[in-house]
């Protein structure tokens, strides 16, 4: 079992920027890929950015390359957004277990989201 826990989410105006991080607890969190995802109201949740367990690959949606940076350290992922959209409006959910490339499976593991709002 791996537990995930999400802040740093609020609200921003657009072109701004927030970091969101996640802590994760249980099982070997070294072990496992992580990842960013995200749900805007009435859409499918959604990848963001993923990263690897070993040697650390970054992979990202379209939509936020180039704005965002996904990283980890022993115990945390971090998603820096930059140049926020409105469209960046959404929840972001942590996830442990994922796949890595193209098509994206989510992991076992969610944590329970935190919010972003970008106002325009």
């Known amino acids: 079992q791996v537990q995930l826990v999400e802040t740093g989410g609020g609200l921003v105006q657009e072109g701004g920027s927030l970091r969101l991080s996640c802590a994760a607890s249980g099982r070997t969190f070294s072990d496992y890929n992580m990842g960013w995802f995200r749900q805007a109201p009435g859409k499918v949740r959604d990848f963001v950015a993923l990263?690897?367990?070993?040697?650390?690959p970054t992979y990202y949606a379209d939509s936020v390359k180039g704005r965002f940076t996904i990283s980890r350290d022993n115990s945390n992922i971090y998603l820096q957004m930059s140049s926020l959209k409105t469209e960046d409006t959404a929840v972001y959910y942590c996830?442990?277990?994922?796949?890595?490339?193209?098509?994206?499976?989510?992991?076992?593991?969610w944590g329970q989201g935190t919010e972003v709002a970008v106002s325009s």
């Open positions: 990263i690897g367990a070993t040697e650390h």
């Open positions: 996830n442990a277990g994922n796949s890595l490339g193209v098509p994206v499976h989510p992991g076992p593991y």
